[in-house]
């Protein structure tokens, strides 16, 4: 303080003594005179919670109107004691109203920008309720979940113009200030925007945040509505107003924001039919962040391309939903919106189940596709256009822009089991006798383990007489795996697999044997009609039917309904060769020998081609002598034949082929010399033939010729 009367100023020294400052003591004034003192004091507000005031500067006059009070802003008594008594005579006051600055934050606007992005705009409202124009500085420290990533924060004011905001990952030694110094005038605002845009993941495992993939919301743990540092948007700013450093203002706010998520799943495939199957997905879509969020979600089947749509349907748990509870139709192949602009609840969960009827024929003819099947592996999650087996893909739009944001797929394989049935071989095992074999390929080209039930059964040729059968089988668990069987029943039919499981790209290998007989010219008349019917004699090529040849039919049945699915035959014929011989001349010559001839001719009148060696052994009275001869054949040009016949005849054809229905014939002629002179060497009696057995000629009877046919080359 200073005094016209006093001199230089002089320091005065707090705390205040009671009755206050002595400034003047025993101060003369002479009459008509006028002392004047000025004193300046340098004070420190502070309203900050826990400064030591009640924190509310109370304005001048607060309790008696026009009459300050002690206690109010910035009161102040002076005294003077005109006796000397030390008591006041007279007392004077002053009061001086100071500036009072606060400030209030609220959330303007959280708007969505994108999948799992959006903008949040804070205002922030700095008022000085005082009379008084005062300073202030202002700060700003967002504390987001930490699944929550700022990518950019700006901020305008009334006295300031925009401004970026950096860093974009503040702390508490780095959090932004807005405002440093700022005059306030009395009753005056100024209105802060503040625009903080962020990201968040919460399925990233902390690859992108340092969060724990688990959403913290406002006021989580009774944190109170404006939550605390950590949850949610929950940002803080912070007011010094007498430039101290030290924060005597705190304001809170904190918003919450979804985080929507997809997941699909095949929930089963079952099959309706040889070729048709329901699978069955289930979509579900949460919001596992902290505010309502809004979706859209779509499917899109991308199946192989031999698989046919025939319908779908879907149900959801979705409260009000038009497929709630289900089954509600779907048209056509996709892509099906399933729900628009869903509002889903925090920590909410919407179920979708979809139903989609297919068939898969790959041997069809009309089958739309490639005759291939392609698996799940082919498909590329990546690739819009990928397909693939039973693969799906469903869609979710979070942001409203018709783009699907979320892609999640599912798939499931399909079995596709058949069968091909072949005729392996025939093999000759006797004059009249064969083993067939056939071979059954039980193959799954699909990408799915199968079941089925193979059984097989025989319509031969009604001359055709089964003596034995046996099958066996490469087929895991089989019951005649190795095989063969034994003592298999010859009528069938038989059942090669029950209930038979095969994996994905296998093949089951079925081979199935039978002992056959047949004489066409049997005179005990085995079976049938002696009449042969060869293999696509109905049809007049290779499609045989029952009662031709060795027709034989296998059944398939791929969804054990007891119905056969699928059939296959293989047939093939046996040859019947025979033959049959006639005397044809019986001729003298000039030298006084004679020529006698024979024909033989064989004859195939089954339905395969046949081998054969033809032998002809003439067994003549012994009276008669063979002097040489010749034979020629129509496969044959034939040769000279010697005197002396071999045991057994001569070989006329040797492992000579005949087709079906065909006929072969070889002439023979003998020159023969015939002395029934006493002591020629025979009996000198010429027997007829048919002497021994009337009518059925016998060795050693005139000119009697044996021919004979080896038709297994068994010799």
């Known amino acids: 303080y200073s005094c016209d009367i006093g001199g230089a100023g002089v320091a005065l020294t707090p705390p205040v003594p009671a009755g206050g400052w002595l400034l003047l003591d025993d101060q003369d004034i002479s009459p008509g005179n006028q002392h004047c003192c000025t004193i300046s004091f340098e004070v420190d507000i502070d309203v900050a919670p826990g400064s030591g005031g009640d924190d509310v500067v109370t304005e001048c006059g607060t309790m008696t109107p026009g009459d300050p009070s002690p206690g109010e802003a910035l009161y102040n008594e002076s005294s003077l004691d005109l006796n000397n008594d030390g008591e006041p005579d007279e007392e004077d006051e002053a009061c001086e109203d100071v500036y009072n600055i606060s400030h209030e934050k609220s959330i303007a606007d959280l708007e969505q920008t994108g999948h799992n ?101 406002c006021g989580d743990g009774g944190a109170g509505m404006n939550g605390e540092p950590g949850q949610g948007l929950y940002n803080e700013s912070y007011l010094d107003t007498n430039d101290d450093g030290t924060v005597d203002e705190t304001d809170e706010v904190c918003a919450d924001i979804p985080y929507i998520t997809l997941n699909k799943d095949v929930t089963g495939v079952e099959q309706t039919g040889a070729r048709d199957f329901t699978v069955s997905y289930e979509i579900t879509v949460c919001n596992i962040g902290g505010a309502d969020g809004e979706y859209t979600v779509s499917d899109q089947p991308c199946f192989d391309d031999d698989i046919v749509i025939n319908g779908a349907s879907y149900g959801s748990d979705v409260a009000g939903h038009s497929a709630n509870p289900g089954p509600s139709a779907l048209t056509g192949t996709g892509p099906w919106t399933m729900n628009t602009d869903q509002t889903i609840a925090a920590d909410g969960c919407d179920t979708y189940t979809l139903d989609v009827e297919v068939t898969m024929d790959l041997n069809d003819d009309d089958t739309p596709g490639d005759g291939v099947y392609s698996s799940c592996a082919s498909g590329d999650p990546s690739d819009p256009s990928s397909t693939g087996g039973l693969y799906n893909k469903s869609m979710v739009d979070t942001d409203g822009d018709g783009e699907p944001d979320l892609q999640d797929e599912a798939c499931e394989e399909l079995p596709y089991v058949t069968h091909t049935k072949d005729l392996t071989s025939i093999t000759q095992t006797g004059a009249t006798s064969w083993e067939v074999k056939y071979t059954i390929e039980v193959s799954n080209t699909g990408g799915a383990s199968g079941e089925y039930d193979l059984s097989d059964e025989i319509a031969f040729e009604d001359d055709i007489v089964v003596t034995c059968v046996n099958y066996m089988s490469d087929a895991p668990g089989n019951a005649n795996n190795p095989g063969p069987t034994v003592d298999t029943d ?41 009449d042969y019917t060869a293999c696509g004699a109905a049809n007049g090529g290779d499609d045989s039917e029952p009662g031709e040849g060795l027709h034989n039919e296998s059944s398939l049945d791929v969804n054990n309904d007891g119905v056969e699915d699928e059939e296959d035959e293989a047939c093939g014929d046996l040859p019947h060769i025979y033959h049959d011989k006639v005397a044809t001349g019986f001729v003298p010559m000039a030298n006084g020998n004679h020529m006698v001839s024979y024909e033989i001719c064989v004859y195939n009148d089954g339905g395969a081609a046949g081998e054969y060696d033809l032998y002809d052994e003439p067994i003549f009275d012994d009276d008669i002598e063979i002097i040489g001869g010749t034979y020629s054949c129509d496969t044959d040009p034939g040769s000279t034949l010697p005197a002396a016949v071999p045991a057994g005849g001569w070989l006329l054809l040797d492992d000579q082929s005949i087709p079906a229905g065909g006929e072969q014939c070889c002439t023979i002629d003998i020159e023969v010399h015939i002395d029934v002179a006493p002591g020629s060497g025979g009996d000198d009696v010429v027997t007829d033939c048919g002497t021994a057995v009337p009518g059925d000629p016998s060795p050693g009877e005139a000119l009697y010729n044996e021919s004979t046919l080896d038709l297994n080359n068994d010799g």
């Open 117 to 217: 992005t959006w903008c949040i705009t804070y205002n922030i409202t700095v008022t000085n309720n005082g009379n008084e124009s005062g300073f202030y500085d202002l700060y700003d420290w967002p504390q987001y979940d930490q699944d929550i990533t700022i990518t950019g924060a700006s901020y305008s004011s009334s006295v300031h113009p925009l401004a970026v905001l950096t860093p974009t990952t503040p702390t508490d030694t780095t959090d932004w200030q807005l405002g440093n110094d700022v005059s306030i005038g009395p009753d005056v605002s100024h209105v802060y925007v503040l625009e903080v845009c962020v990201s968040i993941d919460l399925e990233d495992e902390g690859a992108v945040d340092t969060g724990d993939d688990v959403y913290q919301g």
């Open 490 to 530: 010859l009528a069938g039919p038989w059942g090669l697999a029950d209930d038979q499981g095969i994996g994905a790209d296998s093949i089951h290998t079925y081979m199935i044997t039978f002992c056959v007989d047949m004489d066409l010219n049997d005179p005990a008349g085995l079976a049938g009609d002696g």
